[in-house]
């Protein structure tokens, strides 16, 4: 299918340095009024487009686009010959969605689909996710358990260390894993997790693994995502290189296919130790929120099968889902 002309233009300007409108419009085969169009619809989707007379248009902040044979290319063949396909776009309601209406994924294979933009990304508890084109990496893995794995219910705690083992290859400031799902830089949050499945009573249990990894937003959009409630970091922000995300993927890919394979024979237990070993909740006062209900206490890391462990003046609780807040000191 033909790209848009918003992706073709995005991928022009990608490549670093300024680009005038008139030598766009020849590329691209259209008039500089329609390259103007779509330079305000980039604006409007978040991405800081700079425009000066006689120089033309250029990024804040140049990234390399999505390319899913670059990212074949840069996988190891044990983790090559695993994956069925990758498939990149320009724009989707939910890579999650889209991966998840699929039937035909055999057990032990992958499928992964990423796009340079969601329209209706959501995070935890249906909460939108934001992040600009190219600003991002927004990915879904869908993988096809042959059975029903212990521990599934923990299995975005294996995720996250997967997630973790790859970002640490870029990133100098220590990661945390905050339960159950988010990976955070100090108090702001860098990267969340959202995992949906489909299973058969005996069969096979398919998954879609969402990962959503904040590269270089900008200003203006994280100021967005603190205005809902959130504060986030990005990428950039830690001091990480932005620019190769075809190689950030390749990365998370070849730590979460071996991941999978080692959760779906052993359960949880093979990733507690790390775990452990990066958790941001570990000793600090939290309020946990199961549906109407709440309780307060301090956190104590997890049991073996993924648990939050809380100690509350009621004595130690166990929490397989919530949501988790951490209080200012008492």
């Given at each position: 299918?033909?790209?848009?002309?918003?992706?073709?233009?995005?991928?022009?300007?990608?490549?670093?340095?300024?680009?005038?409108?008139?030598?766009?419009?020849?590329?691209?085969?259209?008039?500089?009024?329609?390259?103007?169009k779509?330079?305000?619809?980039?604006?409007?989707?978040?991405?800081?487009?700079?425009?000066?007379r006689?120089?033309?248009?250029?990024?804040?902040?140049?990234?390399?686009?999505?390319?899913?044979?670059?990212?074949?290319?840069?996988?190891?063949?044990?983790?090559?010959?695993?994956?069925?396909?990758?498939?990149?776009?320009?724009?989707?309601?939910?890579?999650?969605?889209?991966?998840?209406?699929?039937?035909?994924?055999?057990?032990?294979?992958?499928?992964?689909?990423?796009?340079e933009?969601?329209?209706?990304?959501?995070g935890?508890?249906?909460?939108?996710?934001?992040?600009?084109?190219?600003?991002?990496?927004?990915?879904?893995?869908?993988?096809?358990?042959r059975?029903?794995?212990?521990?599934?219910?923990?299995?975005?705690?294996?995720?996250?260390?997967?997630?973790?083992?790859?970002?640490?290859?870029?990133?100098?400031?220590?990661?945390?894993?905050?339960?159950?799902?988010?990976?955070?830089?100090?108090?702001?949050?860098?990267?969340?997790?959202?995992?949906?499945?489909?299973?058969e009573?005996?069969?096979?249990?398919?998954?879609?693994?969402?990962?959503?990894?904040?590269?270089?937003?900008?200003?203006?959009?994280?100021?967005?995502?603190?205005?809902?409630?959130?504060?986030?970091?990005?990428?950039?922000?830690?001091?990480?290189?932005?620019?190769?995300?075809?190689a950030?993927?390749?990365?998370?890919?070849?730590?979460?296919?071996?991941?999978?394979?080692?959760?779906?024979?052993?359960?949880?237990?093979?990733?507690?130790?790390?775990?452990?070993?990066?958790?941001?909740?570990?000793?600090?006062?939290?309020?946990?929120?199961?549906?109407?209900?709440?309780?307060?206490?301090?956190?104590?890391?997890?049991?073996?099968?993924g648990?939050?462990?809380?100690?509350?003046?009621?004595?130690?609780?166990?929490?397989?889902?919530?949501?988790?807040?951490?209080?200012?000191?008492?």
């Amino acid at each position: 299918m033909r790209r848009p002309l918003e992706a073709r233009v995005h991928a022009h300007l990608a490549q670093g340095g300024f680009q005038s409108g008139a030598e766009l419009a020849r590329r691209l085969g259209v008039s500089r009024s329609a390259v103007w169009k779509a330079v305000v619809s980039l604006r409007e989707g978040g991405l800081v487009v700079h425009a000066v007379r006689n120089r033309g248009y250029r990024l804040a902040a140049p990234c390399e686009p999505l390319d899913a044979a670059k990212i074949r290319a840069a996988l190891r063949s044990g983790v090559r010959e695993r994956i069925r396909d990758i498939e990149t776009a320009w724009s989707l309601e939910s890579t999650n969605a889209a991966l998840l209406a699929r039937t035909d994924l055999a057990p032990g294979q992958a499928d992964v689909l990423l796009a340079e933009y969601q329209t209706a990304g959501r995070g935890r508890r249906g909460r939108a996710w934001l992040a600009p084109p190219g600003g991002a990496i927004c990915l879904t893995l869908a993988w096809s358990f042959r059975e029903v794995p212990r521990d599934l219910g923990a299995l975005a705690l294996a995720v996250g260390v997967c997630v973790l083992r790859a970002l640490r290859r870029r990133v100098e400031e220590p990661i945390a894993l905050k339960w159950p799902n988010d990976l955070m830089l100090g108090d702001r949050k860098l990267a969340g997790i959202l995992i949906e499945m489909r299973a058969e009573s005996g069969g096979p249990t398919y998954v879609v693994i969402g990962i959503g990894i904040n590269v270089a937003l900008g200003a203006a959009v994280l100021e967005r995502i603190a205005a809902a409630g959130t504060r986030a970091t990005d990428l950039k922000s830690a001091g990480a290189d932005p620019a190769p995300r075809n190689a950030i993927v390749a990365e998370l890919i070849g730590e979460m296919v071996p991941g999978l394979a080692v959760f779906e024979r052993e359960g949880l237990r093979p990733f507690v130790e790390e775990w452990k070993a990066a958790d941001a909740l570990r000793g600090r006062a939290v309020r946990v929120q199961t549906g109407e209900t709440s309780a307060r206490g301090v956190a104590r890391g997890i049991d073996i099968g993924g648990a939050l462990l809380v100690e509350t003046p009621q004595g130690l609780r166990k929490f397989i889902s919530g949501e988790v807040s951490v209080r200012p000191e008492e």
